[in-house]
């Protein structure tokens, strides 16, 4: 469970939901090519899972929610979370399509508004945002998630060699996988991708999306919830690679992609990286890559953001 230090408490759940025939298009066709995306990964074959399972799939509309499902829950699920489950038997997943819609909806014309600067940027995020939003939950939750294979010499699942990091790893695997592939021609190819606009546009989003994910740590010094480690670990490893910056204009920050090709190349270095530290169940190096990247942010910067998001 995500809220515990040591990722070892699990947590009651439960949702009632129809399907969402719509969408349910479209992440169909993404699990169907599931298979020839994982060939396109940018780790070692050794660690490539060369029998996936085509994964259930399916978008839905969620009615009630409780425990860790609601009232405000989640937007996107893969299970099991077992890594031998996964590679023998494959995955569930399902995208809350309402939930993620709603919860986008809420916030992304203010947030854009107070923290893109030229038009040109918030046109580029507000204009796929339905299709992009969609497309990254399910990059994340089917491919992400349900890729890659243990080396063969690990004994028991990854989990129990990477513990208290474990959960950090494979959200970031998942991000990172989302943001590799996002680029793939394939998915332009499928149909699964429209606009294509979108690769820039998640790539601007995510950077984004780490600026403002500071605003929920006011009075804290360290970043504990795993999925936002994950995100602040990709952002800070680009930014050190000069791909990501924040700049400042009239006193206020904001993200900026300097290089979109270059950052594609570096998120499959650390893509690839993650996937042997998963594969191999190589918990120091992870310790090092958590406590260098995910885990402390700038203070002056926090206190500026929670000021403008309030």
């Known amino acids: 469970e995500y809220r515990d230090a040591r990722g070892m408490k699990g947590l009651f759940e439960a949702i009632i939901y129809y399907r969402d025939a719509y969408a349910t298009q479209m992440i169909t066709k993404l699990s169907t090519i599931a298979q ?9 074959d050794v660690y490539k899972n060369m029998k996936i399972k085509p994964p259930v799939a399916n978008a839905v509309v969620e009615l009630v929610g409780t425990g860790g499902g609601g009232p405000c829950g989640f937007v996107g699920v893969n299970l099991p979370n077992a890594q031998w489950i996964r590679e023998k038997h494959g995955s569930k997943n399902i995208i809350i399509t309402n939930a993620l819609l709603t919860s986008r909806s809420a916030m992304i014309g203010s947030v854009i508004k107070e923290f893109i600067e030229h038009p040109e940027d918030q046109e580029l995020l ?15 939750e089917i491919v992400g998630h349900g890729s890659g ?12 060699h990477l513990r208290e990091h474990y959960s950090t790893l494979e959200e970031a695997r998942a991000e990172l996988c989302m943001l590799w592939h996002v680029w793939d021609p394939l998915l332009v190819e499928k149909g699964i991708i429209t606009d294509k606009r979108i690769p820039q546009s998640a790539y601007l989003w995510y950077a984004l999306r780490d600026l403002i994910n500071l ?16 995100t602040h670990l990709i952002i800070s490893y680009l930014q050190e690679k000069g791909v990501i910056e924040f700049y400042v204009s009239k006193g206020k920050t904001y993200p900026r992609i300097v290089d979109f090709a270059k950052m594609r190349e570096h998120v499959g270095v650390l893509l690839a990286e993650l996937q042997r530290i998963k594969s191999e169940g ?16 700038d203070l002056k910067l926090r206190d500026e953001i929670v000021v403008r998001s309030r």
């Open 215 to 230: 605003r929920r740590y006011a009075g804290e010094t360290e970043i504990h919830e795993d999925h936002d480690r994950a």
């Open 282 to 297: 190589d918990y120091d190096t992870l310790k090092i890559l958590v406590d260098k990247y995910a885990t402390h942010f």
């Open 149 to 160: 294979k243990s080396a063969l010499h690990l004994a028991g699942d990854p989990r129990d």
């Open 36 to 44: 020839e995306l994982e060939y396109h990964a940018p780790w070692d």
């Open 126 to 140: 507000l204009g796929p945002l339905w299709e992009r939003e969609l497309l990254k939950v399910a990059l994340h």
